[in-house]
């Protein structure tokens, strides 16, 4: 168990030593007297057993002396189960969203718009099919990780948009079920600036083992300068929904955006897997608003998400477009934000 770089960890380290020596102790206590009663009291040494009914003085003990050790234990366990059900007084709130296999940050501001992203896993396919060797830090490693200052209170409210996941990083003392129409609250502050991973703890499909977390804990300036770049880039990608786009513009960005969210199903060459083959399927290379609407809606009952509220319109502009030309499809169209917002419109 990590000591973690929160108050609420170290409370909650010091609370778990507290019971694990209270329970030696208790284990030395029990298992001492009943060794030192085989060894001592054993019919071979001639030792006659005591012959009585009941002892009041005994039952009284091993009442009074348990409800102590308990009242014992219950004192600090309260009070750090008070600490971390304190949800007040938060400085900053961020909205966490289960996805199969995904998790989308949001941060909830009180002025400006909300900055929102997906975080992925970024270990390359060569280490997950062994033919590269395997880094330090392999499942463990996401393409944008979450983002918070250091010394600030800060609120996670976790749902999910499927199936039941669960946000856990140890070192933060954080472990909070993400739960479809529900929202948990949880909360950290963490003491030292640095890196801290963690998984999803609840079994939650074929690829639980592949969403990691990832929080990189800054100082408040660089927190500041890095929500300002996500704030300018979100207003690039406003801009971007007005502009049209060349064939080659949305090939190379329909391409990071494949490798990003379709390869794991779909095969690096579009060949398939998990999901159907893009190469010379009827959905790539048919008519384009069946396409879209795949793309936007996902497909009920499989393991085809509906990338409509995951992807922007330009990302989903991209991508479509790049699906339709590569793997040998070569149907020549192009796909711009425009017609997707307006797809989206009905």
């Known amino acids: 168990m990590p000591i973690g770089v929160t108050d609420v960890g170290r409370s909650i380290f010091d609370l778990h030593m507290i019971i694990l020596w209270i329970c030696v102790a208790i284990g030395a206590l029990v298992f001492g007297v009943m060794f030192y009663s085989i ?18 003085k005994v039952e009284i003990a091993w009442t009074v002396v348990p409800f102590l050790i308990l009242i014992t234990m219950a004192v600090p366990a309260t009070s750090t189960l008070l600490d971390i059900y304190d949800f007040d007084d938060a400085e900053m709130d961020v909205l966490v969203t289960g996805y199969q296999w995904k998790w989308k940050y949001e941060y909830l501001a009180e002025e400006g718009e909300n900055v929102a992203f997906f975080s992925n896993l970024s270990t390359p396919q060569s280490e997950i099919y062994n033919t590269d060797d395997k880094n330090e830090n392999y499942l463990l490693e996401v393409d944008e990780p ?35 129409g529900f929202i948990n609250e949880t909360w950290t502050r963490a003491n ?12 939650c499909g074929k690829d639980h083992g592949f969403m990691p977390i ?65 190469a010379g399927s ?28 995951q992807l922007n319109d330009v990302d989903l502009a991209a991508v479509i477009t790049y699906q339709r030309n590569a793997f040998g499809n070569n149907m020549g169209d192009l796909v711009q934000p425009i017609d997707v917002f307006n797809y989206k419109q009905g």
């Open 146 to 180: 979450l983002v918070i200052p250091v010394d600030t209170k800060v609120r996670f409210l976790v749902t999910a948009n499927d199936v039941i996941h669960s946000w856990w990083v140890p070192e933060l003392a954080v472990k909070k079920d993400a739960i479809p």
């Open 214 to 278: 990832v929080v990189e804990v800054v100082s408040k300036e660089d927190y500041a300068a890095w929500l300002g770049e996500k704030q300018e880039q979100a207003a690039k990608v406003k801009e971007l929904m007005a502009q049209t786009f060349t064939l080659d513009e949305l090939m190379a960005r329909g391409k990071a955006v494949y490798e990003r969210n379709c390869l794991a199903c779909h095969g690096a060459r579009g060949e398939g897997g998990v999901g159907t083959a893009i």
């Open 192 to 203: 030292e600036v640095g890196t801290y991973r963690g998984q999803c703890a609840e079994l």
């Open 39 to 56: 060894i001592y009291h054993r019919k071979s040494r001639g030792v006659k057993p005591a012959q009585f009914h009941e002892s009041t």
């Open 282 to 309: 009827n959905i790539a290379t048919g008519e384009i608003g069946g396409h879209l609407e795949i793309g936007i809606n996902g497909v009920p009952g499989t393991a085809m998400q509906a990338f409509g509220g």
